[in-house]
Every structure is written in C-alpha cells, then in structure tokens.
C-alpha cells in the first residue's frame, strides 16, 4: 500500500496523534513542557486534517511544528521518551511530510543525541530513513548528517560501529544516487559547454546541479580523509579510517562509474585526487621485501597494513575495470605495480589478493586489448600485458619453486607436499595417500612438481573472477591461504585470459572472412585487401603474450595430475597454436605445438625436431627446465604388469608407481610402456594417460586445423610418430596403422586403458590424412614436405641397426597420396624422389614400406579414372610409371621383387593399354643384375614370359628388339639356370613370332626407320642404331643372333650347349630371311666372333676341380673343371660353323671373301685342334673332316670372273691373316701362290673361264694341307725341357692322334699332284711324332689291348694306311715319283726300332705297362712290338717289292734294314716280346734270300760294300747273343730257339760261304770266326744239372762244327789261309780242352768229399761233349783233309780223360763215357814195319 493513499493517510494520522498522546503521557510529571507541545502537536494535526483536501502536502508545510514536540522530547535524554521521538519522526519521514527546514533541526537534534551518547542504532535508523525517503536534506546538512554516521562509526560500541558502517556505505551510495537521478531529469535539456579541461580550482563545483554538488563534495572528502587530510565539506569528522575511507572510494567508483566519466569534475577528483593517493598509499608495499617483519604504514592513524593493501587493489581494479579509458597513464603504473605485487619476495597473502586482482583483468579481453593498443603497441611505452602475462607465468613458477616459507599454512600441508615420493597423492588435507585396495581413493586434483604438491581449488566459474582474499573486509591480521590457492586463481587466470583472447579474435576473424565473402560476392574482380589495424592488434597481443602463456602452461601441464585440469591446459595451447596459425605467427604456433608435442612424449624424450625448435624459442625462460622429472624407464626387465587386478603397481627405478584400475586416475597414472625411437636402444620409456591425452589433443590439432599448419606439420607429424611407435602401431594395407598383432618386443606393455583407446588414435590418425583432400595446395605441400623430412629421419636412424625402423612416415605419405589422386601430379615427384630414396635403405623393413608405397601408388596411380583418362595422356603416364623404373637402379633384392611383383600386376591389369609405356615397363624387367637372388629373378622372368606370350602383337614393334635384349639378359643372369634355359627357349619362340609375322613387323619397321633417318637428317647427324647399314627388319634378326651368341659364350655350360643349339637351329630355320649382304655380318659378325670369344674363354679357362653340382647332382669326370665344360661349348661351336659352312656354302661363296672365311674358319679348326682338351681337339679334327668332305658344288655360269679374280688374286691368297684370338697366326709353310704356279704351269696368268672353281678350290685344299702339317707338328712335337718327373702340359690323346692321321689319306686325294718329298718329309716327322706318344695310365685300359695280345691301336693302324696309301700312290703314279720309296722305307724302319728301342717322348718318362697303376697318373708306353713288327712285315713286303729299284739301291736301304734288325737280332732275348727276333730273323732270311742276290749282282758297282760288315755283326750279335735265355724257357722251346740258331748258320752255309768269291774277304774271315766260336763257346751258364745236356746248344755247336770242319777240312781251300784259319781253330780247341781236364783232376783230387763249384761241373762237360763232337766230325772227314798234328793232339787227350774217371759227379761220368767211346775207332792193333822188313 502506497504511502499516499487515503488509508495510509488516515493510519499516519492516527498513529501521529497515538504518538503525541503517548509523548504527553510520558512527560507529564517530569517535563511539562513537552506534554504542552504534544497536546498543541494533537491538535495541529486534526487541525490540518480537518481543513485540507492533500493532507500530506500539508503536514509537510507545517512539518516543523509537527516535528517540534518530538524534538523536545529528545532533548529530555530519557531514553524510553527518546525512543518514542525517534519512532515517531521516523514514521513522519517514511510518509515524506518532512519540509528541509524540519529535516535540519531533526539533524541538529540528532547530532545533539549522538554527542551525548543515546540511543546509537535509533539515531542511524532515523538518519537512514530521513535520507533514503526524501531528497530534502542538501548541502550542509547532508555533511552533517553523514558526519554524525561517522561519528557513530567510531563510538566503543561494535554493534553501533557496524550498523553506522552499513549506514555510511547506505547514505553514500543515496547521494550517488541522487545525483544519478538528478541526471536523468536533466538528460534531455542540453548542457552547458563543459568547462575547459585541466580546471585546476577544486572548489569550483559551480557548475554542477545539487546532488551533483553533494557527490562531489562528499567524494572529494573522502579522498582527503583517506590521505589523512582535513575534509572541505565533513565538518566535524573527529576520526576515520583508511580502510574505510578506501572501501567507500571503491564502492562509489564501481557503483557509479557513468558520474565519473559523464561529469569532467568528477573524471578531475579521479585523476588529481584518486589516482596520487592509490600511488601513495602503494608505497610501503612496493618497498617491501618479505624478510621484514612489518613496515609501518605512514598515516596517522596507524592500521595494519594487510587491509589498506587489499583495499587499494580492489580501487584499483575498479579504476582500470571502469576509467581506463580515462586514466590510460595511471593505469599503466597500477599494472606496473600489481605486476610487483606478484614477485617471490612479497608476502603470500599480497601475492594472493595481486593474483585475485589479475584474474578479474584476465576475464575482460577487451580491457586486454586496449593495455595492449595502449601500452605494448607505443613505442616507449611499458609492454603491460606482456607483463602481465609473465608475471602471472612467473608466480606460477615461483610457486613450485619457492619453499613456502612465509606461509604458516604451508606446514601443516607438508605431508602433502612430499606424497609424490608416495604412492599417490594426498587428499585435500594433505595426508598421505592411502593404500587404495578397492580401488575407492579419490584423489584431489592437484599440480606435483619437483617434489612441491599444490592441490587445486575451484576457486571461481569460469570466465568470472571471484575473489576470496579482497573481500576479507572484516580481517585486520593477513589471512593464512591455503595451499594451492594461489595457484588455483592464478591458473584460472590464465585459462580465462587464453579463452578470452581466443574467442574475441576468433569472432572478428569469422566476422571479416564473411564480410570479405560478401565483398567478393558484389565485386568478384575486385582482390580486396583487408585494412591491417585490426590484424596488428591481435598479432601484437598474441606476440606480447605467448611467451609467458607457454611457459606457465607448459609447467601446469607437466605438473598437472587431473584429467580435466590437464584438458583445460591443452585446449588453450591448441586454441593458441591454432590462433597464431590464423595470424601467421610462426615462431609462437610452433612454440605451442611443440609444446603440446613434448607433453606427449615421455619426459626427456630425446626428440630432435622438437629440442631445436625449443632452441629458437628462448624467451620467457626465467627458471630452470620445465621437464619433468619422471624417472627414465630404464628397467632391466620389462615390468610385469597384471591387467586383470584394480591393484597392480610396479616400479619404475625404485619409483613406485599404483596403478589403479583404468577407471581411477592416479598422479600419473602409466598406460604404456614402449621401446623409444631412437638409434641407440635405450631400454623402455613409459607413457602415461597424460602423454595419450595429449596426443589426442595433437591429433585434434591437426585434424581441425591442418591448414594454419605449414611448417609445423614437421612437429605434429614427428611426435605423432615417436607415439606411434611407442605404442607399437603398425602400417597396414594403404598406410592405415593397426595396433601391432603381436606387440613388437618383449617391451611394449600395454594396460587395458589404452588398449581400448588404440583404435580410437588409429582412427583419427588415418581420418587426419584423409583429410588431406580438403587441404589447399601449399597446405598440402607443407603436410608432404614434412613427412618426407620426417620420413628422411627415420631413415637416418635406421642406417646401421637391423631393429624395427619407424615406418609411420612412409605409410602416411602412402595414405596421403592415395586420398589425392585428383591431384597426383602436383605431389607425385616429391612424393615418389622420396619414397625411391627409402626404398635405398639397408633396412629391410623400412624399403619394404619404401617399395610398398611407391607399387601401391603407382598402381592406384594407374588404375585411378583421370580426366583426361591416362590413355590421351601420355605425359602423366609416363610420370606414373617412371618411379617403376627408377625402383630398378635399387640393389636390394626385396624391393626388386616388390617392384617385379607389381610390374606382373600392372601387366595382368593394364598390360593392353601401355602402348608408350612400354620401354620403361620392359627396361624394368630387364633390369636384372646377378647379385639379386633367385626368387627376383623368377618373378622378372615371369612377367617376361607373360609378355612375350601375350602381349607381343600389341605392343609397337620398336619394342621388339627389346625384348629380344630382355630375354637375352635373363639367359644371362647366372642365379637361376632354369631360367636361363628357358629363357632361351623364349628367343626360339620370339624369333618364331618374328618369322610368322615378317611382312607386318618389316612395314611398321620400315616406317618408323624413315621417320628417324628424317629426324637425324635435320639434326645434320648419323642414324645411330646396331648394325645400322642393314635393313631394320634383318637388324631385329641380327640383334637376336647377337643375344644368342652371347648367351654361347655363358659362364654356364648348360647355357652354352643350349643356347648354341638354339642359335644354330634358328640360323638353319629362318636364315633364308636374312638378305644376302647381312650373310656378311652373320659370318664375320656373329658366327666368328662366337668362335673367337669361345677360344680365348676355352683357353684361360680354369682347370680346378668342380666338386659338385648344386645339391646332390653328381659331376661326371668328363666335366668336372670349367675347362672341360668349355670344351663341350668349344665343339658344340666349332660344329654348327662348320656345319654351316657346308650346308650353306654355295651362299657364302658368293659372298666374296670366302676364300678369307675359310682359313680364318681353318685357323679356327687349328687352334682347337691345337687345344689342350682332348674332346676339343678330336672335335676340331671331325669339323675338319667335315668341311674336307664337301663336294665343288655345281659351278654357278652367272658368277662373274671379277669375283673369281678377286678369290685368286694374289694379295688375297698371301696377306698373312693375323687370326684374333690365341691361335699362332697363319705363317704359311709356303707361299700359296708358288704352290698354285707349281702344278698349274710356270706363271698363274688369268686362270681359263672352266678351272675357275678348280683353281679356287685347289686353294682351298692346299690351305687345308697347311692347316693340316701345322696340327700335326705342333700337337706331336714332343714337350721341351723338364725332367721326368714333371707331368707334361699336355699329351695328345690316342683317339685324336688317330682322326688326325687319318684325315690324311682323304687330304691327300686331292692334294697329291704337288705333293712333294719335302711334303712327305713333313708327314714322315708328324706320324713319328704321333707314334711316339705314350698314353695316360687311367686310358690306357680302354686303348691298350692286353699286353700279349699282339694287336696295333687304331692310330698305328692310321699310320700303317697312310704310309701304304703312299706307298700305292707312288706305284702306280709317275717314276718321278719313286724318289719317295728310300723315305718311306726310311719311316718304316724306324718304327721297326720301336720293338726294342720305344720311342721317347720328350724327355717323359713312362712306364711299362705292365707296371702302371691305374689310379695314378702316370704315362704308359704303347704296346710298339705289334706294330714294329707289323712295320717289319711292311717292310719286308715292299723290298721284296722293289729291291730291284735304283732309288732303293742307291739309297742303301738293304744294309738300312740289316741296320735297323740288328737290334732286335742283338737282344734277342733282351727284346720286350720274344716274337720280335724270331720275327727279324725270318725277315732277315727273307730279305736276304730276296737281297744278297741283287748285291751280289751289284758287286762291282761296290754299293753294297758298306752292307757286309753290317751282315757281319748282324749274325754275330745274333748267334753270339749277350742276353741269357729267361729261367723259365721249357726245354721245347729251347730246342725251338736253337733251331733257328741252326737255321741261320745253314743260310751261311748255303747263300754265303759257296759264293765266297763275290764277296770281300774280310766278311769270309768273320764267318768263319763266328762258326769256330760256336763250335767251341755255345754254353750258357744256368742250367740245372738235369738240363745240362740239353742246354748246351749241341746241335747248334754241332752244326757250326760240322760247318766250320765242312769249308776247313775240304779239299776245295781255295786260299792257305783259309786252312791256316780252320787248324788254328782246332788247335785252339784241342789245347783249351785239355786244359780244362787237367784242372778239373786237380781240383777233384784237392776237394776231398766236398762237391766242386757248378760252373766248373758245367765246364767239364761242355768240354767233354765237344771231344766227342770233334771226334765224329773227324771220323766223317776226308783223312787226307786232316793235319797230322791235329791227330796227335786228339790222341794225347786220352790219358787225360782215363784220369777223370775217378770224378764222383755222375753227369761227368756219363760225358765222360761218350767222350770216351770215340776212342775205339784209333784202337786197332800196332801195324807191322812190314815195310822195313821186319815183322
């Protein structure tokens, strides 16, 4: 109910008139007076009521006289009455009836109460009333009134003081009020031009309306009162305080701020009066240092100095807060000093209500804005807000730094404090933690650094700055904080200052990116320019603060043990780091990022993208290192960690650490412990839910603003991959990464937290480069760039280490190529340079992912629908694929592979659409290298194979060759035989596609050569491609025949053979193709450089033993060095020429040099002939036959004489060819020429039109001869030097030996017309060269016969037909011919020697068959006794032939062969095979038989004199033989032997001795010699007893003797001394025999019992025999033929033997009785003397 209306009215009335009725009452006995005024009061107020209509209106007229008895009453200081006044007036001035004049004398009545002490809290009741109700009380009385509040505020009394406080602050704020309300009245009436600023004269408030006035004059007063000055206004004030004094200053400026910034006036009292006075006041503050005790203020009254302090932030807070705008140079020294306020050496509690008064900055971003545009943007001035921030960044150091030391609430956290060491941390009070058994301890947020724990507080909501310490207005004594508390509001700070900056530069950006929008919208053409200011405020904010920010940021992080309080701080360094990426502020966006990145990381993480970048970022560094120092992981063993219990904890270097089941947090509480990414293995580090909740916030990064990035994506990216890693992620198919199956190592632990988590991250991950796609092009640039350094890094790190490389940069780049495939070619180069370059890398895992990107890229690449599709652009195709072919410059087999492996992909995917990718795709299959193993290989040769049996026709022609080069390299490769094999088998099928398809590959062939011959032309030079003169089509041929013939001369034998055998196959099959002059190069070209490079391999090739194949396979010994492998290749090569050279030859001698071709082809035939290798020289030798073989084709009419000419002209026949290759050069034995001219006539004129081919062919066969003579010397011409024992280089074989002969007979067919002796001297040398060659002990069972077969090897059967075919030959040819029989009789006899005399080889020594052992290597001599004698038949054969010959007259054959039989004659039983002298003697019978008639006939001619004496010792050697008969001689076959003996003796008897006359006289002599001493000296020393008498040689004895008595005892002694001779010998005899018995008794008589020596025995015998030999022989004479002393001789024996009869041997006895028996024949009785007459 409103206080005017009418029943208000009637109520006031009525309790006025009940009051004045009580006031009556009460005064009535003591103060009469009063009851006279309430009575008068009564009936004034019906009075009033009575007459006027606005009774109010009224009452307030009259109000003084209505208020008067009230005011008496007061004055009776009885309380009870007092109490009644004051009521009373008070309910007058709640109706508003109290006139100015009335409210002046209640004051006045009212001072007077509160001089005298009464009723306090009535009189402030009534003052408040009076003032709040009405506006009446102004000016003086106003004062007054407040004065009197004052006053009260200082009675003893505390209820009184703080009702008079209250009051004061009431009637304060009231005259504000008015003066607010006054205001809005005048608000429409236009002011008077404000006085000029810098009004000086601080009375002069003329200008101001009444409230106006009062406020003024009040806030001037207060101003005075706090600087202890007297007041202009409060006239008597009596005492004040500062405290107070400041609270009423704060409370009017921050209730009022429109008064001071509308009226100048008041903006002057804020400036000169309030402004100086804060500043003053600061002072004591400012200079003190904590370790004071307490500085004394410096006013009057003195106060303690927590209040004033605290007071004056709060002012000064509400200054900047409302009048910065006015006091921009004062504020600046406020900020300076509460920035002061904040240092380590203030008091706790003044750092405490300095950081309240900096958050209540921190939460106004505009004020912000403006300190900064005010203050950091001017050139000299102060940079506040920079300050600001650090210092707030500096107390939240110093507060983990700085022991607390002057706060008494400190030690009693202390518990608390040191808990990090404990296994968690305390809760709020700070106790220990406790065990958490049931995982139910909660813990309190906190920060823990270094040992210093703070708890956390929410201290105010956020983005509001509520404080707690200034508004302690009741504490006189510093309040003690709570731990924690600062830090609490100080972090608030912060996060409010970030969120506010942020949000205000994020709206005006947003606000500018539209408007631009819709400027660009209007005017598209238009590039509008955004004004910078805006722009240089933000970027000098974020420059000004972002050093403190970080820094303090970084530590709460590192300190930070709440999940939310952590949250909180790194979504303000992303919003910063995201902020300055929108400005473009590098320096700091990389600073925060890194920031964020480090947090990631377990602490000290060696990471160096992040410790440089740190480096550039050195401001705001004050204290010391802001990691945190969580013990490095570096357990021996990986921790055990159970999953399963809430309570598992381990420990960390002796740190213990709970881990609480994942739901709980714990300090820090660990997720992970991983394996570091670095070089050197460091044992573990351990990741916290922190490191994964900031990696989280890095991913939110990037992902949401990737664009503001740029060169941070470095960074990002480098962190991301060192967690990756620690967690063990790995890449998966496209670059996504998975968590690692089995978790790499025995070191990465994983707790169930982040297990659920790790999906979640790779999630992101792989969405983050996704998102690539959205990204602008520099953008994306920055995003590749910085994989690829990143990616190089790993790579560094990787060299030199075989442990798992960090391949999270490769995959990325993977990921991120494959999303920007719309866009490749912008990317591709970077991005494929530097895959290749991983793909280089030693570590296998790394260029796995290396050469999985690149394929995979290249193949989405490929596959990928471009616009314009790939087929029309050629270019990009090329691009795409060019990588494929870098791959191949890599040496590691993996990635070879890989990249073959995607090659057979992209054939079987694209293989039809290539068309000029081609040559790239080709070069990368070809790009085999031997070093890369066989599975490469394999995969290469596969995509080949799919190649040339699938694509051929649709690939462009000029391909083809390289293919061909293609497969040729894969018969090259040595790794995989197969392979080359079958890669040869793929040339076969390529050069069948090539014959099939011939007219359409020529025409496209064709074109194309026209298109370059042009280009070369304009060029100005030469085409340049292989075998360039000959068409293209032949070329394609020619390059094959090449790769063939490469592959001919292949390390690989199994290679050679079979490319060989393709390569001649394909010349027989389509050679017919080729055109006449590219034949030129197939022989030159091809088919003799195989041959050279096939001998000059074939002779440097290695002779150590191969001892296996590969595996098990087993070498046969004939291929068991690399030699005899080559050998194989060797014939195998030689062959297909030749072959080719017959069945081609009446092509190739059309070709002009054929007759060059051929002797470099003989030449060819010598050197392998000539070769060390049995099996090549003897294949050389069937090549031979077979070129010699061919028949002169039929002569061609068109061929034309020039040609022919040309074939014989001279220079061509005789320029001595120098063959390459290791073969001697052709010296020719003589010159062709004179060869030719020898059988064609004196001079070679122009040969006539038909002997054109004969003349060229005789050529030909000559030159055949001369290689032919060459052969044979050299292969039979004994090795020079050495002794015995060296194992010589080389032996011919036997099998080569005999080819090699036997060519001769067919040679010689057609060379005999100009055969000569000096030829046949030639021959004569080589077939006793090849003769005498011995053969190797392991041969010689299978060439030998056994040694008593009497057989002759195939070569000496060679040789034998040679020497026959000769033999013929000159029989039936012309008689000039015959010259040659002494030289073939010459050769013949001296193999004849062979029987007793082998022929030496050099200087080797060999074994006697039977002797050797086969396993050794040792050399055999031939069986020659067969074949010496076969020769001796020969022999005998051809002179019975010829003996009549003169040559062979002259030439003394016959005494040659008597000569040559000696020998065996000699030894006789010395000769290796007993049938050889039985063979010389029969052969000599028969030669004589057949020869001495011829001699005798030629005696006078005296050619045979010299042959005699050779006859002569002939038969002596033979009868007289020095060899003894073997032991083992059975007694038929000595009687055998003997015979022929005989035999001889009756030839001498017979053709000899009867035609003494026609021989000389000498050999008689000798005869007759030989036959005296066989009579006589026929013993052999040892025989046994029993043999004796057969071994004499009596028949033969007897023979000689019945020889020798025959011509000594004939009558016929043409000569006496003949005779002579013939008594001498038997007087010799006669007296050796007596001799002998003489000896013999004597000996006999001497030894007693004792036998005699057997020699001696034997002698006797002997001796005995040859008397009774002699005996019969004289019986049988001629009496008259015998000398009469040899009579006498015979008869003086007798005696002798009569001695010997008592001889005890009984063989002696028996002699002696046939000795004796003779005698009887000389016993007849005594012829009487008749002749002398007597009886």
Not at 1101 to 1126: C, M, P, V, Y
Request: hydrophobic letters at 40%; charged letters at 20%.
């Amino acid at each position: 109910m409103s206080t005017s209306s009418p029943e208000a009215v009637k109520k006031l009335l009525e309790n006025m008139q009940t009051d004045l009725r009580s006031l009556s009452m009460e005064c009535k006995k003591k103060f009469p007076p009063v009851k006279e005024a309430a009575e008068s009061g009564i009936v004034k107020i019906k009075t009033i009521a009575a007459r006027n209509s606005d009774i109010l209106a009224t009452l307030k007229e009259n109000s003084s006289e209505v208020v008067q008895p009230f005011l008496m009453g007061c004055g009776t200081k009885e309380p009870k009455i007092t109490q009644l006044c004051l009521a009373a007036i008070q309910r007058l001035m709640s109706h508003e009836v109290v006139s100015e004049a009335a409210a002046g004398n209640i004051i006045n009545m009212l001072w007077q109460l509160m001089e005298n002490g009464q009723e306090e809290l009535k009189l402030l009741q009534t003052v408040l009333v009076l003032l709040t109700t009405n506006t009446v009380v102004h000016d003086q009385v106003l004062s007054k009134a407040i004065v009197l509040c004052f006053r009260l505020h200082f009675t003893k009394d505390n209820i009184t003081n703080n009702t008079a406080a209250a009051t004061v602050r009431q009637v304060v704020t009231v005259v504000f009020e008015r003066m607010v309300a006054e205001d809005e009245r005048f608000k429409d009436i236009v002011d008077q031009p404000p006085p000029v600023q810098g009004n000086t004269n601080r009375r002069s408030v003329s200008t101001l309306r009444p409230s106006a006035k009062d406020a003024y004059m009040l806030f001037q007063d207060l101003c005075q009162l706090v600087n202890a000055d007297a007041p202009y206004w409060l006239v008597g004030m009596t005492e004040m305080t500062r405290t107070f004094g400041l609270e009423l200053l704060e409370s009017v400026l921050n209730d009022f701020p429109r008064v001071f910034l509308q009226h100048q006036e008041f903006s002057f009292l804020l400036k000169e009066r309030v402004c100086p006075l804060v500043i003053k006041l600061f002072s004591p503050n400012i200079k003190f240092r904590q370790g004071n005790s307490s500085a004394a203020s410096p006013a009057p009254v003195e106060k303690p100095y927590f209040p004033i302090c605290m007071r004056l932030l709060r002012v000064v807070s509400v200054l900047i807060k409302h009048f910065y705008s006015l006091l921009v140079t004062e504020c600046e020294i406020f900020l300076s000093l509460l920035v002061k306020f904040l240092d380590g050496e203030k008091p706790q509690w003044l750092r405490a209500v300095a950081v309240e008064s900096v958050h209540r900055l921190c939460v106004q971003p505009h004020l912000l804005r403006s300190f900064c545009l005010s203050y950091d943007m001017k050139q000299h001035s102060t940079k506040v807000f920079r300050d600001i921030v650090n210092a707030l960044g500096s107390f939240i150091q110093s507060l983990f730094i700085v022991l607390n030391t002057g706060n008494p609430a400190a030690t009693n956290t202390s518990t608390g404090g040191s808990g990090a060491q404990g296994a968690a941390q305390g809760a709020a009070q700070g106790g220990p933690g406790a065990g958490g058994q049931g995982g139910s301890l909660t813990t309190q947020a906190a920060f823990e650094y270094r040992g210093t724990w703070i708890p956390l507080m929410t201290v105010s909501v956020q983005g509001s700055a509520k404080a707690t310490y200034l508004e302690m207005l009741d504490k006189v004594e510093p309040p003690s904080i709570p731990e924690g508390y600062a830090m609490s509001v100080a972090f608030s700070a912060l996060l409010d200052l970030v969120r506010g900056i942020t949000s205000m530069i994020e709206r005006a950006l947003a606000k500018e990116e539209e408007e631009a929008a819709v400027r660009r919208e209007a005017n598209p053409d238009q590039n509008t320019q955004l004004e910078p200011g805006a722009h240089l405020v933000w970027e000098e904010m974020v420059s000004a603060c972002w050093c403190g920010l970080l820094a303090a940021l970084s530590l709460l992080l590192d300190a930070s043990t709440d999940e939310t309080a952590t949250e909180s701080i790194l979504k303000a360094e992303l919003t910063v780091a995201a902020l300055c990426g929108r400005l473009g502020l590098v320096t700091p966006r990389d600073a925060f990022i890194t920031a964020i990145c480090k947090a990631s990381l377990p602490p000290h993480y060696a990471l160096t993208v992040l410790s440089s970048n740190t480096a550039n970022i050195n401001k705001a560094k004050k204290t010391a290192s802001k990691t945190a120092p969580l013990a490095k992981a570096t357990t021996t063993h990986p921790p055990k960690m159970s999953r399963g219990n809430t309570g598992a904890s381990y420990s960390i270097q002796g740190q213990s650490v709970q881990i609480i089941s994942s739901s709980s947090e714990s300090h820090q509480q660990v997720v992970a412990v991983g394996q570091p990414l670095s070089v050197q293995p460091q044992g573990t580090v351990v990741l916290t839910a922190k490191n994964i909740q900031c990696m989280r916030t890095l991913l939110n990064l990037a992902h949401c603003h990737g664009v503001v990035l740029g060169t941070s994506w470095q960074l990002v990216l480098a962190t991301l991959q060192h967690l990756v890693w620690i967690l063990g992620l790995k890449p998966g198919v496209g670059g996504a990464l998975k968590p690692g199956r089995a978790v790499e190592g025995p070191s990465t632990v994983l707790t169930t937290a982040v297990m659920t988590d790790l999906p979640v991250i790779s999630n992101i991950l792989s969405r983050l480069f996704e998102s690539s796609q959205y990204l602008d092009d520099v953008s994306l640039h920055h995003l590749i760039h910085a994989l690829c350094s990143l990616s190089l890094e790993a790579v560094e790190m990787a060299y030199g280490t075989n442990k798992e490389p960090s391949l999270f940069a490769v995959a990325k780049l993977l990921e991120t190529g494959l999303v920007n495939m719309d866009r490749i070619e912008i990317l591709w180069r970077p991005l494929t340079g530097h895959l290749l370059e991983v793909c280089q890398h030693p570590n296998a895992r790394m260029r796995e992912w290396g050469a999985e990107a690149v394929t995979s890229l290249i193949k989405a690449g490929l596959a990928y629908k471009h616009n314009p599709p790939l087929a029309q652009n050629q270019r990009l195709q090329l691009l795409l694929l060019n990588p494929l072919k870098e791959l191949s410059n890599v040496l590691h087999a993996d990635i070879r592979q890989k990249q073959l492996e995607s090659v057979l992909q992209i054939l079987q995917s694209q293989g039809d659409s290539l068309g000029p990718g081609w040559p790239l795709v080709l070069g990368v299959i070809g790009a085999i290298r031997n070093d890369q193993g066989e599975s490469l290989i394999r995969t290469a040769f596969q995509c080949l194979q799919l190649v040339v049996t699938d694509f051929l026709p649709t690939m462009p022609c000029a391909c083809l060759q390289i293919v061909v080069d293609v497969a040729g390299s894969f018969g090259l490769q040595n790794q995989e035989l197969n392979i080359s094999l079958t890669s040869i088998g793929l040339l076969w099928n390529i050069s069948d596609y090539f014959f099939q398809r011939g007219e359409a590959i020529t025409q496209e062939l064709e074109r194309e050569e026209a298109a370059l011959q042009k280009q070369a032309q304009e060029k100005g030079e030469p085409l340049n491609r292989p075998f360039h003169p000959a068409p293209p089509f032949d070329c394609l041929w020619l390059c094959l025949y090449a790769k063939l013939g490469q592959l001919c001369v292949d390390p690989r034998p199994a290679v050679r053979k079979s490319a060989g055998q393709t390569m001649f196959s394909t010349i027989a099959a389509h050679g017919t193709l080729l055109q006449q002059p590219t034949w030129h190069i197939v022989v030159w070209k091809v088919l003799f450089h195989l041959l050279d490079c096939v001998r000059k391999s074939s002779t440097t090739a290695d002779r150590e033993k191969i001892e296996s194949g590969g595996g098990n396979i087993l070498i046969h010994h004939s291929r068991d060095t690399a030699e005899k492998q080559w050998a194989e290749t060797w014939v195998l090569t030689l062959a297909g020429v030749a072959r080719i050279f017959n069945t081609r030859r009446y092509l190739l001698q059309q070709l002009g040099d054929y007759f060059k071709a051929w002797e470099v082809l003989l030449d060819h035939i010598q050197s392998a002939a000539l070769s060390k290798n049995s099996e090549v020289s003897l294949a050389a030798l069937k090549s031979f036959q077979e070129i010699l073989q061919i028949a002169t084709p039929v002569k061609d009419s068109t061929m034309s004489t020039d040609a022919l000419a040309a074939m014989g002209v001279p220079p061509v026949l005789i320029d001595p060819l120098s063959a390459p290759g290791p073969g001697r050069p052709l010296l020719r034995s003589d010159s062709m020429l004179e060869r030719l001219t020898s059988y064609n006539g004196a001079e070679l004129q122009a040969p006539p039109p038909g002997e054109e081919s004969t003349l060229e062919d005789a050529a030909l066969w000559w030159s055949a001869w001369n290689t032919w003579y060459r052969t044979g010397t050299d292969s039979t011409r004994p090795p020079s030097g050495g002794t015995g024992t060296d194992r010589p280089s080389f032996v011919p074989s036997q099998p080569f030996l005999t080819a090699l002969v036997q060519i001769f007979p067919a040679l010689y067919q057609h060379i005999k017309t100009g055969f000569s002796m000096e030829d046949l001297r030639k021959l004569g040398v080589i077939l006793h060269g090849a003769v005498s060659i011995p053969i190797s002990s392991d041969a010689s069972p299978f060439i030998l016969p056994s040694y008593t077969e009497a057989v002759l090897t195939s070569l000496q059967e060679a040789v034998l037909t040679a020497l026959d075919v000769l033999q013929k030959a000159i029989c039936v040819g012309p008689e000039n011919l015959q010259v040659m029989y002494p030289a073939i009789f010459e050769q013949l006899l001296l193999f004849v020697e062979f029987s007793c005399k082998p022929p030496q080889y050099g200087k080797m020594e060999t074994k006697h068959v039977a002797n050797a052992k086969y396993n050794q290597a040792e050399w055999v001599a031939l069986n020659y006794v067969p074949f010496a004698e076969r020769s001796l038949e020969v022999v005998v054969d051809l002179y019975h032939k010829t003996a009549c010959h003169k040559a062979v007259i002259n030439e003394k054959v016959l005494q040659n062969i008597i000569k040559t039989l000696r020998m065996p004659l000699g030894l006789k039983y010395g000769c290796p095979s007993e049938s050889t002298w039985k063979l010389a003697v029969s052969s000599l019978l028969k030669v004589l038989s057949t020869g001495l008639p011829v001699a005798r006939q030629h005696a006078s001619s005296r050619k045979f004199d010299t042959m005699w004496p050779e006859l002569a010792n002939a038969f002596k050697d033979f009868l007289f033989t020095k060899s003894t008969p073997p032991d083992n001689v059975s007694i038929q076959e000595f009687q055998k032997n003997e015979a022929i003996d005989v035999e001889v003796v009756q030839l001498i008897s017979t053709e000899i001795l009867p035609f003494a006359i026609f021989i000389p006289k000498d050999f008689v002599g000798q005869i007759m010699a030989m036959l005296n001493k066989g009579s006589i000296h026929s013993q052999s020393s040892s025989f046994t007893e029993a043999e004796v008498d057969v071994r004499m040689r009596e028949e033969f004895s007897k023979v000689c003797f019945e020889t020798l008595l025959q011509f000594s005892f004939s009558n016929k002694v043409s000569t006496p001394q003949e005779g002579y001779i013939s008594r001498m010998a038997l007087s010799v005899l006669l007296k050796r025999s007596q001799d002998v018995l003489r000896r013999y008794v004597d000996d006999e008589r001497l030894s007693g019992r004792c036998p005699l020596p057997r020699q001696q025995v034997t002698e006797i015998i002997f001796v005995l025999k040859a008397i009774s030999t002699l005996m019969d022989s004289l019986k049988k004479t001629q009496p008259e033929n015998v000398d009469g002393t040899t009579w006498a001789q015979v008869i003086a024996l007798y005696p002798t033997l009569v001695e010997c009869i008592t001889c005890s041997s009984s063989e002696v006895s028996s002699a002696l009785k046939e000795a004796m028996g003779p005698f009887k024949d000389f016993m007849q009785p005594p012829v009487s003397r008749v002749q002398n007459g007597e009886s």
